[in-house]
């Protein structure tokens, strides 16, 4: 076998010949137990049409490439294309049985290196006010916070919610699709003079939830969403130059890990998470704690305030 013809291999194909079942599937979304790292709980995602998976644990992702030399602690292309004619596998694929049972929200994962920008608008396109709308998210707030952007993957064009990161890239999120063009943190530092205080956010839903319980459009101390937990690296000097450090993490084992390193780490640490320790995230919270506004009455509400 050649590289091109292992990429055209199913992940959830390869993943089932080596007893690996998925626990949960929703549409073409494949929820696992990590197979290369110990977890309870199913954070490993395989999108099935895709043919990508991203791990939300490590905050790594990719191709089935990628994945074999995770699992088997590989250190290249060769390396895999040896595993595979080693175990022949061409002979020993059984066919992926299917199950639409879950209830697991459906999104599009894709790696960054396959996304290129097209252009980048103010945020006003009405299917993405309705998925902010969706998330409980103050569409005054996210037109402050957050752009249009549209993007292309291969010959397909999408257009998502953009978040702008250190890098100058995008977070991009819209109801079926979650990924970036960039992984990086997302740094407001609102007053030099004010630095006694930090949030820590995991990802900028999360940071427009916030914004949107406390009725602003900016937070007033210094603020660092990290978009995954993976960039936690490129945050600590920030966060814990802070006297006082508020952390909004997911209460998941990600998050749970990552505030107990910022808690060995910081001078002062106060978890935000067990305000809402009934709820995945704080936007869980504040989608079972805010009731919906219809698209009109906030496109209403948003043009009386000159919002346009």
Partial sequence: MNSSQIKNIKITDYLYNKGIQPKHIKGADYWYISPYREEKTPSFKVNNDLNVWYDYGTGQGGNIIDLIMRMYNLNSVTEVLSH?????????????????????????????????ILKVLPLTNRALLEYLIDRRINLDIAKKNCKEVYYSVGDK??????????????????????GCTSKDISVFKPNSNNTE????????????????????????????ILNSVSNLTKAIDLIKSHPKVYTYLD????????????????????????????HKDLNEYLCNTQPKQNIQQAMRINKSKGIR
Avoid at 157 to 178: H, I, M, Q, T, W
Avoid at 204 to 224: H, Q
Wanted: glycine share 6%; with cysteine; hydrophobic share 30%.
């Fill in 157 to 178: 064009r999408y257009f998502a919610v953009g978040f702008k990161n250190e890098s100058g890239g995008y977070e991009l999120r819209d109801k079926y699709f979650k």
């Fill in 197 to 224: 205080a930090c949030l820590v956010f995991e990802g900028f839903m999360d940071y427009l939830s916030y914004l949107t319980i406390k009725k602003i459009n900016k937070p007033i101390v210094d603020t660092v």
């Fill in 251 to 278: 209460n998941d084992e990600a998050g749970k890990t990552t505030t107990e390193l910022l808690n060995k780490t910081c001078y002062a640490l106060i978890d935000k998470s067990v305000k809402y320790t009934d």
């Fill in 84 to 116: 595979f004619n080693n175990s022949n596998y061409q002979q020993n694929i059984i066919p992926q049985k299917q199950s639409d049972s879950f209830s697991f929200d459906q999104h599009r994962e894709l790696i960054s290196t396959g996304i290129t």
